[in-house]
């Protein structure tokens, strides 16, 4: 899915229209001593035949979320493109 770089939309710090800049969205390194990851490892610890949590078919594609950084507050939100789920997102200058 093409995007383009920069995106003409509303920032809700300043509460008016800004050309804001346009950045893919990406994960933050996940936390190895959360509660969440040691009960997920907990329970794919273990022998034998199917063990909870792993997957054996990996997603095809997922909704593409963006990073709209305003010029003038320098604040950042996101946003979430479009209805369906793509590969990747190409920003076109």
């Known amino acids: 899915m093409k995007f383009p770089k ?4 509303y920032c ?3 509460k008016v229209h800004q050309v804001h800049k346009v ?3 990406s994960k933050g390194r996940a936390s190895t ?3 969440g990851n040691r009960r997920h490892a907990r329970r794919l610890k273990g022998h034998g035949s199917k063990r909870k949590g792993e997957k054996s078919v990996k997603k095809q594609g ?7 950084q305003c010029p ?3 604040k950042k939100h996101e946003r979430v493109v ?3 789920t793509t590969k990747k997102l190409e920003f076109k200058s």
């Open 23 to 25: 950045k893919a969205a």
């Open 12 to 14: 809700p710090y300043c």
């Open 62 to 68: 997922k909704r593409q979320k963006i990073v709209l």
């Open 6 to 9: 920069e995106l003409n939309t």
């Open 82 to 84: 479009g209805t369906r």
């Open 72 to 74: 003038k507050c320098n």
């Open 33 to 35: 001593l959360s509660a």
